[in-house]
């Protein structure tokens, strides 16, 4: 496996606990108007990743193959939205702002609940990086080590406010600043895992690669207007938010056109 590949599997993993890291060196919680900021910024790497990482390369890859150019990247699309959907309403899981827990009832703690939130986000963020590996690595639809590192490190940069955003409220709740970092870092885990099986299944995935772009895309968007855009727009500083929205959508969008 190419070191470039290692380095994509492991950098948004690396964004997270950074970012967990952060409650060793904050002593508050982090402000109401930075974590809008925050919100809208990974919101906006996220809607921009969607767009030129994934669904742009599946009707790429599907136009070179002579099928319908829009087919796949409709087709996986919804699914991958209409998946985080059934996820969403089955998976016990809390957010941070709020106390009513959503999903199945089960016994699980606040804790628990809270890191089982954002890692039912970052399933789509691994699969999306392991994706565009994999197409990188078959050389499709003019898929590079350089764009699909570009959108790794997108990623990455946005999950370290993420991983911040997680752990700072967990100090109170777990009483430990080692506990709390541990569950802000291992809501991560869950990326370079879902990254690397999508890596391991290469053969198999590659005729279906289109959909599997764009599935990871739907999943991507599901998770900004189900939870990310009406975190960062509810009480006051939405405006903060919108700003955010606008630097990380700039942002990405760099990353990939000009590293891609």
């Not at 959503?102 to 970052?122: C, P, Q, R």
């Not at 700072?168 to 709740?173: I, R, V, Y």
């Not at 855009?229 to 903060?240: A, K, L, M, T």
């Amino acid at each position: 496996m190419p070191i470039e590949v290692i380095y994509g599997l492991l950098l948004p993993f690396v964004g997270t606990t950074l970012g967990a890291a952060m409650v060793f060196l904050l002593k508050d919680e982090i402000p109401s108007w930075l974590q809008k900021l925050l919100l809208g910024f990974a919101s906006g790497v996220m809607i921009a990743a969607s767009v030129w990482s994934l669904l742009i390369p599946s009707m790429d890859m599907t136009a070179q193959s002579g099928g319908v150019e829009w087919l796949p990247a409709v087709v996986g699309f919804l699914a991958g939205m209409f998946s985080l959907l059934i996820f969403d309403s089955l998976v016990p899981h809390l957010h941070i702002d709020s106390d009513k827990p959503e999903g199945m009832k089960s016994n699980l703690g606040k804790s628990s609940m809270l890191v089982m939130a954002v890692t039912l986000h970052n399933i789509p963020e691994g699969m999306a990086v392991g994706v565009v590996l994999a197409g990188a690595m078959t050389q499709s639809a003019g898929i590079t080590l350089a764009g699909a590192l570009a959108l790794a490190v997108g990623i990455a940069i946005q999950n370290f406010p993420e991983g911040a955003i997680v752990s700072m409220p967990l100090k109170a709740t777990v009483k430990s600043r080692w506990k709390a970092f541990a569950y802000g870092a291992g809501s991560g885990a869950v990326e370079p895992v879902a990254a690397l099986i999508t890596i391991l299944l290469i053969d198999y995935i590659e005729p279906v690669l289109p959909y599997l772009l764009s599935f990871s895309a739907g999943a991507m968007v599901y998770v900004v207007v189900e939870e990310l855009i009406p975190e960062s727009q509810s009480g006051s500083h939405s405006n903060i938010a919108t700003i955010g929205v606008a630097i990380g959508f700039a942002l990405m969008m760099f990353l990939d056109v000009a590293l891609g």
